[in-house]
């Protein structure tokens, strides 16, 4: 099992960018294909989150999988609208990089799972919604819709934020909405990716994550293979996404 960091010099951001990875006996079997699970941190954290506050490195090291950990500043991994395009740079950019980089990572669909947490549950959506023909599964931990989140246009380093993520207008209707994202590939009869949603009863945006349940659930026929799990002891900490990933892993066993 190696742990890697990189700084990569992304073509698209302009801008050099961290990531770790975790990969499994590389050195050794080089022409295995192993599968690939990208983790997404949350809002204000960094590559090094699942490192540093989960189990990850352990899971990975005992099912034997590849770990991706982008670090995407406070972007939500989106194309910003008044910023870099961050949402390319982790759908588009860095997956032809580190295959590049690295032979053992799988480039079949169903071997690459993309999940997150908080904001990084978000993304993981938005990012496996965008590029369903990269990333065939969606592990959404504590994942609302940015549409349904209000926007005080303030002044305040919240509302400075948003306008640079997602400018002024309205979310809903957009490429930053999930539901939009959602609709879309259905109209056009592309290759769905099979969601997987989890939320602790104590979050405190578990009203937004039902929003997002009820989303996919009121779909004819789940076409997203959509499953939802929910935590009735826990809330919007690190031990949550430590049992929502471990659960993640076992409801599709990888490895």
Known sequence: MSFIELMLDSETLQLTMDVSLV?????????????????????????????NH???????????????????????????????????????????????????????????YVCGFSNGGYGCLKIGLTYPETFGH???????????????????????????MFGTGEIQGTEYSLKHCARKLLQEERTLPQVYHACGRFDPWHDKNQLVRHFFQKIEGNPFGYHYREYEDMGHTYAFIDRALQDFLEFHQIG
Not at 88 to 104: A, D, N, S
Not at 138 to 164: K, L, T, V, Y
Request: a negative charge; proline letters at 5%; hydrophobic letters at 35%.
């Open 23 to 51: 990969i499994p006996g590389w050195e050794h079997h080089r022409t295995h294909k192993y599968k690939v699970v990208w983790l997404y941190h949350g809002g204000y954290g960094d590559h090094l989150d699942w490192v």
């Open 138 to 164: 969606i592990g959404a931990f504590a994942a609302g819709d940015q549409e349904d989140n209000p926007f005080p246009d303030d002044g305040g380093d919240w509302s400075r934020n948003r306008i640079a």
């Open 54 to 112: 989960t189990n990850a490195v352990r899971l990975a090291e005992e099912r034997g999988i590849i770990l991706v950990m982008p670090g995407v500043h406070n972007s939500c991994y989106v194309d910003m609208a008044n910023g870099p395009a961050y949402g390319t740079w982790v759908g588009v950019e860095l997956p032809r990089l580190l295959r590049k980089m690295f032979t053992v990572f799988s480039e079949d669909r169903e071997d690459n």
